[in-house]
Nanobody
Framework: QVQLVESGGGLVQPGGSLRLSCAASRSIFSFDIMGWYRQAPGKQRELVAQITSGGRRNYADFLKGRFTISRDNAKNTVYLQMNNLNPEDTAVYYC?????????WGQGTQVTVSS
């Protein structure tokens, strides 16, 4: 069974930073694309950032340069560095791994931005 396990969420004040981690149970090169999505209460799940097996990155426009997706191939882990967080960033953040045939999701990690 393929597993994606997120960690690093928590409660932060506006303007603070968090780094989320997504640990995969197999080589991240087995995924064409890995990414982060988020879902706030009452809203649809939305793309945050993606990184392909070739290192190409894609970001949601709303980030305005605040987030960075990266990977550590040796650790089979993808990261999301989140800076200058604001309350609108409050959501459950999900890791996603996509192959040509199947997509996998982690259980999510809660990020709450509040003073």
């Amino acid at each position: 069974q393929v597993q994606l396990v997120e960690s690093g969420g928590g409660l932060v004040q506006p303007g603070g930073s968090l780094r989320l981690s997504c640990a995969a149970s197999r080589s991240i090169f087995s995924f064409d694309i890995m990414g982060w999505y988020r879902q706030a209460p009452g809203k649809q799940r939305e793309l945050v950032a993606q990184i392909t097996s070739g290192g190409r990155r894609n970001y949601a426009d709303f980030l305005k340069g605040r987030f960075t997706i990266s990977r550590d191939n040796a650790k089979n882990t993808v990261y999301l560095q989140m800076n200058n967080l604001n309350p609108e960033d409050t959501a459950v953040y999900y890791c996603n791994g996509q192959t040509a045939a199947v997509g996998y999701w982690g259980q999510g990690t809660q990020v709450t931005v509040s003073s």
